[in-house]
Structures are given as structure tokens and as C-alpha cells.
């Protein structure tokens, strides 16, 4: 019962928040949206990284409402609610989140060791920071600077997976083209391979009627035709070979 008034007060909220948005407002944001890095379904919802699902659909419904064709009238207004629509389904993907969420921790260990190479540099900053115990650099994680460097940060990293994505994309499509080039050379072969097979197959009757002609006509002697030479085989005594005769 307490959720169901909850939903209600939250709708009636929204409600009268779009009904002192102006135009303008609503122009602005889809500018917003459609400026934003592709890469980062965070920046699409303005959240933070460690929001949770729960957060990312409360902002989303928020966002999209503020955008959504019916409600706004700029001409790109059905892009940037798409590119809403796109963001909340990469943040409650649970296989995207984990790429996401591991590119930003990648992006904070770059940054900490950045300032730990800082900090050596500026010996006050690096008493300060051993006196509070890391006190010093959990304040630092929670300002501005900090969040706008790894916003950067994060947009590099992802920048450079996709970039890697592409490229080992472009290699399987090569070798894909490859492989599909070498199948059709191999059926192409087959198929000559097989035409031959059955041309000669088709000359089949011709050929055996040609030998046959030429077996009888082998054992024939013609008219004036000079026989080959016989070896005299009547006396063991005596092997030569008789002249030909010329007959006729």
C-alpha cells in the first residue's frame, strides 16, 4: 500500500515538474542528450557510475518524458529519445554494465596512479596525505576535478575498445570474404570437374564405336601395303629377319 502512494506522489511530482517545463527546456535537453558521448550510456541519464538499476529506470522515465516526441517539438526530439531508450537498456544489461563499470575502474586506477606520481613531486601534498591516513585522496575522488577527469578518462578507454572492436571486426570480415572466396573457387572446380565428367561420359558410345571401327580395321591388310618384317623362328640355328615383300 505505502509503494503504491509512493508511485503516485512520484507521478503526480513529475507531473507537475513537466508542466513547468518550458520549450526551451525541452530543447535544451535534447540538444544535451544528442551531444553526449556515444560510448557512455552514463552520461546520456546525467548519472553518476555507481547508480544502480533502480536509479537508471527512475531517470530514464524522467528524461524520456522531458524529451518524448508528443511532448517536445524539436525535429530531432525522436533521436535523442531513442538514444535515451538505447542507454537504459546498456545500463540494465547485466554483460554491458560489468564492460562499463570494469572500463571505469580501469580508468580510476589510471588516474590514482597519476597522482601518486603527483603527490611525489609535491612534498606537502604527500605529508598531508600519509597524515589522514588516505583520507586525502578519498576527498579528492569526490570533488569536481576528479569526476570530470575520469569522465575523460573513461571516454578514452572506451574510445580505444571500440576502436580495437572495429579493427578485429574488420579482420574477421576479411577473413569471412576469404573463406567465401576459397568455397567458391572450390565449387567452381567441382563443377567443372563435374561438366568434364559427364561430357566425357557423353562421348562414352562414340569412343568405343571409334575403337572398335579401328580394331577391325586394324586386321586388314590393304592393297600394296607393306607387311612388317617376320623373324624367322623355323630354324633354332638361325635368327633373321626376312626382307619385305612388295606385293601386287
Known amino acids: ?26 530543447d535544451n535537453e535534447v ?11 552514463f552520461e546520456h541519464l546525467k548519472l553518476p557510475f555507481n547508480s544502480s ?8 522515465r524522467k528524461l524520456s518524458l522531458l524529451v518524448h516526441p508528443d511532448k517536445c517539438k524539436h525535429p530531432q ?9 538505447k542507454a537504459q537498456q546498456l545500463l540494465l544489461d547485466q554483460n554491458e554494465r560489468e564492460y562499463l ?21 609535491d612534498t606537502a601534498s604527500k605529508i ?9 585522496d578519498q576527498q579528492y575522488e569526490k570533488s569536481e576535478e576528479f569526476k570530470q577527469e575520469l ?12 576502436w580495437r572492436r572495429r579493427k578485429m571486426q574488420m579482420r574477421i570480415s576479411e577473413e569471412e570474404g576469404r573463406l567465401k572466396k576459397d568455397e567458391e573457387e572450390t565449387k567452381e572446380m567441382w ?14 558410345e562414340q569412343r568405343v564405336s571409334s575403337w572398335r571401327d579401328f580394331m577391325k580395321g586394324g586386321k586388314k591388310a590393304k592393297k600394296g601395303e607393306i607387311r612388317p618384317p617376320k623373324l624367322k623362328t623355323e630354324d633354332p640355328n638361325k635368327s633373321y629377319v626376312q626382307r619385305p615383300v612388295k606385293r601386287g
Not at 540538444?31 to 550510456?41: D, E, Q
Not at 538499476?53 to 530514464?60: D, G, I, L
Open 77 to 85: 526530439a525522436k533521436e535523442a529519445f531513442g538514444a535515451l531508450a
Open 191 to 204: 563443377k567443372r570437374k563435374r561438366e568434364h565428367e559427364e561430357q566425357w561420359e557423353g562421348t562414352r
Open 1 to 26: 500500500m505505502g509503494e503504491t502512494t509512493s508511485t503516485a506522489d512520484e507521478d503526480l511530482l513529475l507531473k507537475n515538474f513537466f508542466a513547468e517545463v518550458s520549450e526551451v527546456e525541452r
Open 53 to 60: 538499476p533502480e536509479e537508471v529506470k527512475k531517470q530514464y
Open 128 to 136: 598531508k596525505s600519509l597524515v589522514e591516513e588516505g583520507k586525502y
Open 101 to 121: 563499470l570494469s572500463q571505469v575502474n580501469s580508468a580510476k586506477e589510471e588516474l590514482r596512479v597519476k597522482r601518486k606520481k603527483q603527490l611525489k613531486k
Open 151 to 162: 569522465k575523460m578518462k573513461v571516454r578514452e578507454l572506451l574510445t580505444e575498445q571500440e
Open 31 to 41: 540538444l544535451r542528450i544528442l551531444s553526449c558521448f556515444k560510448l557512455n550510456p
